[in-house]
């Protein structure tokens, strides 16, 4: 049970892309199902409140033990709150890529340099420099191709810190 003498303000990591996708990337966000996801870095978090459901928090049975009984967050209530589609065919696994630039190329209509050639992951750093802003004559694929790159940067920077 948590008491306020052991009570411990949590500091936060965010590792969500620090700026807002274009303007005219935002439709094709919304039509991958990712359009709420991107505003969570907007959410004003009550650290204090994260802390504190932390403090009743059961590794064990991965419920919150309260007073009043016990809780547990499920997958369809993230699901819920974010409006994200959890009912369609699950990914799992790893997969071998056997040719990393053309894949590179197709998801984002360009890859790294040639010196670059034997790369083996993407850094976010690369997403961003490539994709942060979109020129004011940038075509729907150059739209689609900002939108898989900030997709990628949300993802990479939830399960990978370095790297995706």
């Known amino acids: 049970m948590a008491t306020l003498d052991r009570y411990q303000?949590?500091?936060?990591?965010?590792?969500?892309?620090?700026y807002d996708p274009d303007e005219w990337v935002m439709p094709y966000l919304q039509l991958a199902g990712f359009g709420d996801v991107v505003l969570i870095?907007?959410?004003?978090l009550r650290v204090n409140l994260i802390s504190a459901l932390v403090e009743w928090w059961c590794t064990k049975t991965h419920t919150f033990i309260m007073p009043c009984g016990e809780c547990t967050i499920t997958l369809e209530?993230?699901?819920?709150?974010?409006?994200l589609r959890v009912g369609?065919?699950?990914?799992?696994g790893r997969s071998k890529v056997l040719e990393p630039l053309i894949l590179?190329?197709?998801?984002?209509?360009?890859?790294?340099?040639?010196?670059?050639?034997?790369?083996?992951?993407?850094?976010?750093a690369w997403l961003k420099a490539n994709f942060k802003k979109l020129s004011s004559t940038a075509i729907?694929?150059?739209?689609?191709?900002?939108?898989?790159?900030?997709?990628?940067?949300?993802?990479?920077?939830?399960?990978?810190?370095?790297?995706v």
């Open 9 to 18: 303000v949590l500091r936060l990591r965010f590792h969500f892309p620090k």
């Open 41 to 44: 870095r907007r959410f004003d």
């Open 77 to 83: 209530d993230v699901a819920m709150q974010l409006g």
């Open 88 to 92: 369609d065919a699950v990914v799992t």
């Open 104 to 124: 590179c190329h197709r998801l984002f209509g360009r890859s790294p340099s040639d010196r670059e050639h034997n790369f083996t992951c993407l850094t976010l």
């Open 140 to 163: 729907e694929h150059e739209m689609v191709c900002a939108a898989q790159a900030y997709i990628m940067q949300l993802i990479g920077g939830t399960y990978a810190e370095q790297h």
